[in-house]
């Protein structure tokens, strides 16, 4: 063998194996991008842009002949609302066997909380604080929808909201990033497990991309103003957890950032999320958000609309036709690239080829018959309602009730409400399916036990025709149990009030019962949070059992005669007061923090600055104490991380749930931080006199901040670093960091 030939050979030799140890993308994603490339070739541009609409389907989930027509041509890429497994294979059928290039449809829909069986509404499942909670409800939930063909949901909601005027804070996990992401990763892995394209396994969408929560006056759809480093800090940061996650979809949102709409952001939908966080998926307009560039005032008509919106980064058209029926005119101009056309269109087919949707685009027709509602599902209901309940107040152990009870007056427009429970975005939930509060209690109680049920009033409207009933029905019994809240109405999407107060006359027929001086307990049924001050101050026991699902009534039960201790907390602040709004634990200091002894500070005149409940509250049957906060180490390195661990112990007589919260402040930095972040939590369960030592690792991520130069990094100095039960219950202790 010459030289040279023998150096050919070894070189051949050495890339062989070279090529096969270094780190190649999977298999599956090769063969993906060699079909997607191949099926894009073969592609009319009216085949391309048709990948890139959406359409909706009639009110009851059917779909149009208008549909099928599209199908037919290959002109439709998805629809969100049709379902049912049957109606999603014949309009399936129609568009792979009749279509030129067989490309299947993608069908999308809201399960937000649950497809038939309704879980707690997003907010709720954030307060019970464990994340396992989210991953069985979406577990569920995506079982539940694929068995009606639908393949993919518009969910995880993942916007912060420290507003609770805005109805659709009911749909996210509250005003805290690092918990919102926890939950926003719980919920990703949930709907689409390690691998999206199995049996059961929906894709998900982490949605309002971005900053949609920050409304301004809490009106929905409003205009947001946010810095970039509030953005970075406090907005993206569950949106990069369901990046992280592995989430096939986002949904660009409807608001006006800066000064430029969400779904034609060039900044949050291309340079974040494509060039920073290296995004593959594709992403959704809101409904309709692309031509409402228009109203925005950004796009002079449909066709500027498209054009920006498109070249922007959005992917796909929910229910406008702009990108279809400007298209090729823009392209034709030169204002819209082919290759803009064609990457949108590749991320689309890149997402249905992972998803599987090629291979298997029919739905197995006989999975509907046994998929809902399943006794599992609705044991899955129950207990994650009770886990995600908040105990607010309980004074001389009002709760829990005795089972030998002799009566119980069970009061309010929500004590047998089967609508409110399902909350916002209740997917195909039946109103006829809930166990209401009085009905659970009903079948909590022996035979001994009298109920005297008494509505009282309804939720708005100023008629107190019904207290005396109400008032007769309390004196009748030795406990009053008064549920009182929001109609499933006045939750969510354009759901905005000015007001927190309980609707209509709710607050009178709690003082009425209250007057009667029998025990008075009130359970909250409701989707954000409330101003009941004078609840707070004149009755015993107050439980919020949020809009809990298709099981409530039974949790609530369960709940309020301790089968089940409560142990969840508020993952958002309740104000005294909606003057108070925006209030949220993560402020910032000021300059002049608020002093009740001094005059010029930061506080208001009639009113206190605190809250009504911080973030993180929540009480218990038994009682906790935290204890020996430890740091491993007081001063750590620039890159360092140090180990927080401290003593939860149960001092009281029944066993239950604490959950330990860790959090932290930077004391001085280049910009001004939080008062306290949140960077660690665990729900533990603790039988009476029992400790449990909980351990958590404050490392460089957790310790860094976006700084003044808008660099993720963690600056030398003081922390403050505090353990305890709730963002006002702490322990704190000093860490130091090191210039090196
Ligand atoms: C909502 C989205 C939802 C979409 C489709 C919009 O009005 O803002 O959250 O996914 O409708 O139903």
């Known amino acids: 063998m010459k030289p040279t030939r023998s150096l050919y050979v070894i070189f051949v030799i050495f890339l062989l194996v070279f090529s096969t140890l270094a780190v190649k993308p999977p298999q599956q994603h090769l063969d993906v991008e060699a079909r997607v490339n191949a ?8 085949e391309k842009l048709g990948q890139l609409q959406q359409l909706d389907g009639e009110g009851n989930g059917t779909f149009r002949p208008e549909h099928l027509e599209l199908a037919r041509k290959g002109l439709l890429g998805s629809t969100l609302n049709v379902r049912g497994a049957k109606q999603v294979n014949q309009l399936q059928h ?20 649950g497809y038939r069986t309704i879980f707690p509404i997003p907010l709720a499942q954030a307060s019970s604080w464990d994340p396992a909670v989210a991953e069985r409800a979406s577990t569920i939930a995506a079982k539940e929808t694929y068995a009606t063909g639908l393949r993919w949901t518009f969910a995880p909601m993942v916007d912060i909201a420290r507003d609770p005027r805005w109805g659709r804070i009911t749909e996210g996990a509250g005003e805290d990033p690092y918990l919102g992401s926890a939950f926003a990763r719980a919920q990703v892995n949930g709907f689409q497990g390690s691998n999206y394209n199995t049996p059961n396994k929906i894709l998900a969408c982490a949605k309002h991309f971005v900053g949609y929560g920050a409304a301004e006056g809490g009106r929905d759809y409003n205009t947001t103003e946010i810095s970039e480093n509030t953005l970075r800090s406090v ?48 992403v959704v307009s809101d409904y309709t958000a692309v031509k409402e560039l228009i109203n925005h005032g950004y796009a002079a008509n449909d066709a500027e609309a498209a054009q920006k919106s498109l070249s922007a980064g959005v992917d796909m058209e929910m229910v406008s036709r702009t990108f279809n029926q400007y298209g090729p005119t823009l392209l034709k101009e030169g204002r819209l690239s082919q290759k803009e ?18 291979d298997h685009p029919f739905a197995d027709e006989t999975l509907e018959q046994n998929a809902f509602l399943t006794p599992d599902s609705r044991a899955a209901a129950r207990e994650l309602a009770a886990r995600s309940m908040v105990l607010l107040k309980n004074n001389n152990n009002a709760l829990p009730l005795n ?26 939930g039946k109103d006829a399916d809930t166990v209401t509060p009085l009905q659970g209690l009903k079948n909590k109680v022996s035979a001994q036990t009298k109920i005297n049920y008494a509505k009282g009033c309804e939720i708005s409207g100023d008629s107190k025709s019904g207290f005396q009933d109400a008032v007769t029905a309390a004196n009748n019994s030795e406990v009053a149990i008064v549920f009182v809240g929001e109609a499933k109405e006045m939750v969510g999407e354009a759901a905005s009030r000015s007001t927190l107060n309980l609707p209509g006359v709710q607050l009178d027929l709690v003082k009425a019962i209250q007057a009667t001086g029998k025990s008075t307990i009130v359970v909250l049924v409701n989707g954000r949070p409330p101003t009941i001050g004078w609840i707070v101050e004149n009755v015993p026991a107050i439980l919020e059992s949020w809009m809990g699902g298709t099981e409530s009534g039974n949790a609530i039960a369960d709940i309020l005669f301790g089968d089940v201790n409560p142990g969840g907390k508020l993952p958002v602040t309740f104000p005294r007061d909606v003057g108070q709004v925006p209030i949220y634990y993560n402020h910032m200091n000021t300059g002049r923090p608020p002093d009740p002894a001094s005059r ?54 029944r066993a239950g749930d604490e959950v330990a919260q860790l959090y932290i402040r930077d004391v001085a930095a280049s910009v001004t931080r939080p008062v306290k972040e ?16 909980v351990e958590f690792t404050l490392d460089p991520e957790r310790l860094s901040i976006w700084n003044s130069e808008l660099k993720f990094v963690v600056e030398p100095g003081e922390f403050k670093v505090m353990v305890g039960t709730s963002s006002e219950q702490l322990i704190e202790k000093t860490l130091t960091v090191e210039r090196r």
């Open 39 to 46: 099926l894009l070739a073969k592609m009319t541009l009216e």
């Open 94 to 113: 129609v568009a792979v066997d009749e279509s030129r290039l067989k490309i299947p449809i993608l069908f999308g829909y809201d399960v937000i909380h």
């Open 235 to 282: 907005y993206l940061p569950p949106f990069k957890a369901a990046v992280d996650a592995g989430v096939g979809t986002l949904m660009s949102a409807f608001n006006d950032l800066n000064g430029v709409p969400t779904s034609a952001n060039h900044f949050t939908l291309t340079k974040l999320l494509r060039d920073e966080w290296k995004f593959e998926g594709f």
């Open 341 to 358: 056309i064609d990457e949108a269109v590749k991320r689309i087919l890149r997402i249905k080829f992972r998803l599987g949707l090629f």
């Open 403 to 428: 089972k030998s009870v002799a009566s119980i007056a069970v009061i309010g427009p929500l004590a047998d409400d089967n609508r409110a429970p399902l909350g916002w975005w209740s997917s195909d």
């Open 600 to 653: 010029f500070n930061s506080k208001y005149q009639d009113l206190p600055s605190t809250p009504q409940f911080p973030f993180g509250f929540g009480l218990s049957y038994t009682k906790f104490e935290v204890a020996n906060v430890q740091l491993s180490a007081d001063r750590i390195p620039l890159n360092g991380s140090v180990k927080v661990t401290a003593d939860v112990k149960n001092v009281g007589q």
């Open 678 to 693: 949140l960077k660690g939590f665990q729900r533990v369960s603790l039988q009476p006199g029992e400790t449990k030592r």
